[in-house]
């Protein structure tokens, strides 16, 4: 019996398995093809041209087709092309980026694990954490919070530590020892009446509780995005993040922060860390360190976290984490040219006077009767919508597919679109890509009226 409804005569019988589809769909469904991209532009096969709107996978921040990174990758290609990080050998280049990011870091003195995506940087900082703690007789403290709706990747721990059910189900996920607590999601969990300043309290008293009833002793760290993208960019109330890190510091319950999205000038400072004025104890960046031309993420520790480690492996006799990739030369040089040419092109400086026209499209779309709402932070905006007859939750993708239609790519999250395309995108890009959208939802409005 075929798995879904179409016809074998039609069927279709994809050797790679995509990811984030319903598999069935893709014995009926051809995907679509991008085959080339220049600035903030996709094509596809037949030559069509879409906006990326949200950076594919919010990581493409200096747009598909620059010449200097691809001219970076090339040249360290030809001197060195491979050679191992670790076992007492090094290459400068990796060298030369670890500096520099540590440099760029908020905490002092910090120090650099590179890794291959997002996903294993996480996966990196919670072994280390565990590591840390075993060397520094707390071997108790081995909890990890995140919190719902945040997605940290899809190893099985960074899978358990990303709050969504939909990751966890059919994979026997989460891990033991993962908590999660709520998202500070004002737009939508505030209750009628209730102030931002008095949600945030309610956060957390809600994790102060968790804590207790846990055990503080318990608890090693608490896993956050500065704001979460992946919870449709729910903006936290002023007061959450000085009232999260004291109550943090009060139980001596380490902050990482998960900078994969946010990191790189997104939210309209190097790191969304610094918009929310936070010092974490660690982070973890990939995605717009390399525009994503090549695969390298990093986990970046302040140094008090870094010397737990050396207490560790001086017990051991060796800090038995490493791998084949990690500090690859390539992704490293690609890595090092991104940071440069965004202090060159003063991008950061690109992000602070955009976003403002940014921002108010966004806006400019509330007049639309299928928008309910819209928010923005540096380069990042979501729209929420109206359900008008759609079932609850289904509305972002179709909408989203409608876009798609129209040359643009969004985002969907549930009734939400999120939106984040290339740091370097210009006033009239964004002005294209607003039309672009605002034709999407005048089709979506019209099917559901017909
Ligand atoms: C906030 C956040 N952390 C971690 C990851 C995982 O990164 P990767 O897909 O490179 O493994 C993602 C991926 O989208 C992310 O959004």
């Not at 540590?102 to 280390?128: H, Y």
């Not at 055990?215 to 007061?239: C, H, M, N, R």
Request: glycine fraction near 8%; proline fraction near 6%; charge should be negative.
């Amino acid at each position: 019996m075929p798995i879904s409804g179409a016809s074998q005569a039609n069927r279709i019988d994809p050797t790679v398995v995509y990811g984030f589809t319903n598999l069935p769909d893709n014995r009926e469904r051809e995907p679509l093809r991008i085959v080339r991209g220049k600035g903030v532009f996709v094509y596809d096969e037949r030559g069509k041209d879409y906006i990326e709107g949200a950076s594919t996978f919010y990581c493409t921040s200096l747009g598909f087709s620059e010449e200097e990174l691809i001219e970076a990758a090339v040249k360290q290609m030809r001197e060195l092309p491979f050679y191992v990080t670790g076992a007492h050998r090094a290459v400068p280049v990796v060298e030369h980026l670890a500096e520099r990011l540590a440099a760029m870091a908020p905490m002092k003195n910090a120090k650099v694990a590179f890794a291959a995506t997002g996903s294993e940087a996480n996966d990196a900082l919670m072994k280390f954490l565990w590591y840390h703690n075993n060397a520094s007789g707390k071997p108790r403290r081995k909890k990890i919070i995140a919190r719902l709706g945040s997605y940290h990747g899809g190893t099985i721990a960074t899978a358990s530590l990303t709050g969504w059910v939909k990751y966890h189900a059919g994979f026997d996920l989460p891990i033991a020892g993962i908590l999660h607590t709520a998202q500070p999601d004002f737009a939508n969990l505030a209750e009628p009446g209730e102030a931002e300043e008095a949600f945030a309290d309610r956060m957390i008293d809600e994790l102060r509780a968790l804590i207790e009833r846990e055990d503080p002793e318990t608890i090693g760290a608490f896993f956050a995005e500065p704001v979460s993208v992946s919870a449709a960019l729910a903006l936290p109330p002023k007061t959450y993040w000085p009232k999260l890190t004291e109550l943090l510091g009060e139980y001596e319950i380490r902050l990482f922060d998960d900078e994969v999205v946010t990191g790189f000038a997104r939210t309209a400072n190097m790191f969304g860390c610094e918009t929310y004025g936070f010092t974490p104890d660690c982070m973890t960046v990939a995605k717009a360190l390399t525009s994503a031309y090549q695969p390298l993420s990093a986990v970046i520790m302040g140094e008090e976290f870094y010397e737990g480690l050396e207490r560790g492996s001086a017990e051991a006799g060796m800090f038995s984490h490493a791998g084949t990739y990690h500090g690859h030369p390539v992704p490293a040089a690609v890595a090092l040219r991104t940071l440069e040419l965004m202090e060159e092109r003063d991008i950061l400086g690109h992000v602070r006077t955009i976003s403002p026209h940014f921002a108010a499209a966004l806006r400019a779309l509330e007049d639309h009767p299928l928008i309910r709402g819209s928010r923005a932070l540096g380069l990042a905006g979501a729209v929420d919508l109206v359900a008008n007859g759609a079932a609850a939750g289904t509305l972002g993708a179709q909408v989203a597919g409608c876009c798609q239609a129209n040359g643009i790519f969004v985002r969907p999250s549930a009734d939400t679109i999120v939106m984040a395309p290339p740091l370097i995108i210009t006033e009239a890009e964004i002005d294209e890509m607003f039309r672009r959208f605002r034709l999407a939802l005048n089709e979506v409005l019209e099917a559901s009226a017909g």
